[in-house]
Every structure is written in structure tokens, then in C-alpha cells.
């Protein structure tokens, strides 16, 4: 594992933005099509903005996926998820081969599942981007996170920390206001992805960073399964880097 640390956000993001497009343009090239995941959220606003500032990539020949999005929550909600990538991705570059969305309001939440599901296995994963949540969670998969199922999407409860910091952030007007449930890519799922990126700003989740860079690899730490992978990149700032010893660029 990789890990990177840069000054401030903005860095942080030039650099993990850098690495994906690099990747992406190397896949087009070598294989006429990349297949990737995009995360949402706070962290990923400066990795989107170099993205979307590239404009030699070749975005016809992308198939995107996305993480997790909130059950019940409709797609014109500031919180969407799928709101969030629209506007703030797919609206600024040329359309994409396909773009599989999830739809947390399907009226049937386990055929949303299987259908996502039986699509990314029909397209493995070259390039993933993930955050870390403040309680460790990778994708929306909060400890103890599920590390066995083989399912590539699955319905999960959000905890107290993870509901906490969706408000905390303001994508809510009430902590009442935040989804329980969410359909999430598995842990399982987020692992079979050839190279990831992973993107954590912020010294709020220097906690999260430590446990799951420096404590055992563990459900109760989701993130830390990714020390586990074979190509993957932790972009760290500063801040988020703090509680780290020794800081700087290294690996593990």
C-alpha cells in the first residue's frame, strides 16, 4: 500500500485526481474501455474537480459505478447521491459509455441489489475512488462491516457516527432527517477492483485514518481491509495525517 500525504485538501486531490485519470487513460488505451467507481461526499469534491478538468479522456469509453445511496431518499434531496454525481460529474464532462446509478428509491430494494449486482460483475472493476468515513466505514459498510458476503451490493444499517457526521456535514437539516438504511457496494465487492484510490481529508477523520492504517485489520475498522489489497492508494492531508507516525509518503 501507498501512502501519500499532502499539504492541504486541494493537493490531496490534484494528486489522487492525478492518479486515477493517469489510470483511466492507461486502461482506455491498453484495453478500449475502463470500467470505474466513483465515491461522493465531502472528500471527493477536489479528486472530482481535477477529473472533470481533464479533457483528454476519452469519457465514451468510461463505465461508472458508484458506491452506496440512502433508501427512501429521493434523487432531488441536497443528500442524494446520485443528485451529487450528476451535478457535480456526469452535467460537467461528455457522456460516459453508461453510468449504473443507485436507486434508493426502487420500490423493490433486493431487485435494485441483484440488478447492480448481476452489472459490475459483467464489468470488473479497473479503477476504484472510496473515502473513509469518521467511524472507519468503507462505502456505507459502518463496523463491524460485513467482510464475507460475496454479494456485490447490500442493504445496510447506518450507525450513531456515520448518521451523525451526514448531518454534521450539512446535508441534512435534522439528524432525524438522515436515512437508517442504505444500499452499499460489500466490502468484498470494493476489494475485486484491480487498483484503488482512496481519498480522506480532514482532521476529523485522523482518527479513522490511524485505526485503519496503524490497528489491526479489522470489521470493527473497515478501511483497514484495504491494507489487504494489492495496488491501492491512501491520499492523505496533513490534517487527516496527524495522528500518524511517521507522517509522509510511504509504504506498507
Given at each position: 500500500m501507498?501512502i501519500v500525504?499532502?499539504?492541504?485538501p486541494?493537493?490531496l486531490?490534484?494528486a489522487?485526481g492525478?492518479?486515477?485519470?493517469d489510470?483511466?487513460?492507461?486502461?482506455?488505451a491498453e484495453?478500449?474501455?475502463?470500467?470505474?467507481?466513483?465515491?461522493?461526499?465531502t472528500?471527493?469534491?477536489e479528486?472530482?474537480r481535477?477529473?472533470?478538468?481533464?479533457?483528454?479522456?476519452d469519457?465514451?469509453?468510461v463505465?461508472?459505478?458508484?458506491l452506496d445511496?440512502?433508501?427512501?431518499?429521493?434523487v432531488?434531496?441536497?443528500?442524494s447521491?446520485?443528485k451529487?454525481?450528476q451535478?457535480?460529474f456526469?452535467?460537467?464532462?461528455a457522456p460516459?459509455k453508461?453510468?449504473?446509478?443507485?436507486?434508493?428509491?426502487?420500490?423493490d430494494?433486493?431487485?435494485?441489489?441483484?440488478?447492480l449486482?448481476k452489472?459490475?460483475?459483467?464489468?470488473?472493476?479497473?479503477?476504484?475512488?472510496v473515502?473513509?468515513?469518521e467511524?472507519?466505514h468503507l462505502a456505507?459498510?459502518d463496523?463491524p462491516a460485513?467482510?464475507a458476503?460475496?454479494a456485490?451490493?447490500?442493504?445496510?444499517?447506518?450507525d450513531a457516527?456515520?448518521r451523525?457526521q451526514?448531518?454534521?456535514?450539512?446535508?441534512?437539516?435534522t439528524?432525524?432527517?438522515v436515512?437508517?438504511?442504505?444500499?452499499?457496494?460489500?466490502?468484498r465487492?470494493?476489494?475485486k477492483?484491480?487498483?484503488i484510490?482512496?481519498?480522506?481529508?480532514d482532521?476529523r477523520?485522523?482518527?479513522?485514518?490511524?485505526n485503519c492504517l496503524?490497528?489491526e485489520i479489522?470489521n470493527q475498522f473497515?478501511?483497514?481491509?484495504?491494507?489487504?489489497?494489492?495496488?491501492?492508494a491512501?491520499?492523505l492531508?496533513?490534517a487527516s495525517?496527524?495522528?500518524?507516525q511517521p507522517a509522509?509518503?510511504?509504504?506498507l
Open positions: 501507498k500525504v499532502k499539504e492541504t486541494a493537493a486531490g490534484a489522487a492525478k492518479d486515477a485519470a489510470r483511466i487513460r492507461t486502461v482506455i484495453k478500449g474501455q475502463a470500467n470505474v467507481i466513483l465515491a461522493t461526499g472528500s471527493q469534491f479528486t472530482l481535477y477529473l472533470i478538468d481533464q479533457t483528454d479522456i469519457w465514451s469509453k463505465v461508472m459505478f458508484h445511496e440512502y433508501i427512501g431518499l429521493p432531488t434531496a441536497p443528500a447521491f446520485r451529487y454525481l451535478e457535480r456526469l452535467d460537467k464532462v460516459l453508461a453510468a449504473y446509478l443507485v436507486n434508493g428509491e426502487a420500490a430494494i433486493e431487485a435494485e441489489c441483484n440488478r449486482g452489472l459490475i460483475t459483467e464489468h470488473p472493476i479497473d479503477i476504484a475512488l473515502g473513509v468515513g467511524n472507519g456505507f459498510n463496523p460485513d467482510f458476503t460475496p456485490p451490493y447490500i442493504v445496510v444499517n447506518l457516527q456515520c451523525n451526514q448531518f454534521a456535514e450539512g446535508w441534512f437539516a439528524i432525524d432527517d436515512p437508517k438504511q442504505a444500499i452499499s457496494m460489500s466490502v465487492q470494493i476489494m477492483s484491480k487498483a484510490i482512496c481519498s480522506v481529508p482532521e477523520k485522523a482518527t479513522a485514518v490511524r496503524e490497528r479489522s473497515p478501511a483497514s481491509i484495504l491494507r489487504e489489497h494489492a495496488d491501492c491512501y491520499y492531508d496533513s495525517a496527524s495522528l500518524l509522509g509518503e510511504k509504504v
